[in-house]
């Protein structure tokens, strides 16, 4: 799957953020695809139970600001791989998920 999207990930992801990224990108390659614009829904648990309900324009601006600088991210990521190796940018962010969960038992 994409990302290594599993149920048990999805609890600490940001899957709005998420969402919106997927499409924004695909909206770009895919014309069939629209982008990220106009009514907008969430859905989600509260309290046990499913809720949905219409996304605010302010929701739907912060996704789309996390969306472009996670794709600026992807970008970054890209051109280290290519011009220092996957491994050392896989051990750059490996150290960073250490330094997290560390921060995260304090």
Same mark, same amino acid.
């Given at each position: 799957?994409?990302?290594?999207?599993?149920?048990?990930?999805?609890?600490?992801?940001?899957?709005?953020?998420? @969402?919106?990224?997927?499409?924004?990108?695909?909206?770009?390659?895919?014309?069939?695809?629209?982008?990220?614009?106009?009514? @907008?829904?969430?859905?989600?648990? #509260?309290?046990?139970?499913?809720?949905?309900?219409?996304?605010?324009?302010?929701?739907?601006?912060?996704?789309?600001? #996390?969306?472009? $600088?996670?794709?600026?991210?992807?970008?970054?990521?890209?051109?280290? @791989?290519?011009?220092?190796?996957? $491994? #050392?940018?896989?051990? #750059?962010?490996?150290?960073?998920?250490?330094?997290? $969960?560390?921060?995260?038992?304090?």
């Amino acid at each position: 799957m994409l990302l290594g999207y599993s149920p048990e990930e999805s609890y600490g992801l940001d899957l709005g953020a998420l @969402s919106t990224f997927i499409i924004d990108v695909v909206s770009e390659i895919d014309p069939a695809v629209g982008p990220f614009i106009g009514e @907008s829904y969430y859905m989600g648990l #509260k309290e046990g139970k499913v809720e949905l309900g219409v996304m605010g324009e302010e929701y739907i601006k912060e996704f789309k600001e #996390k969306a472009r $600088q996670r794709k600026e991210l992807i970008r970054k990521i890209w051109r280290l @791989s290519d011009s220092v190796g996957e $491994q #050392k940018v896989a051990t #750059k962010i490996e150290e960073l998920e250490k330094e997290e $969960q560390n921060t995260d038992h304090e």
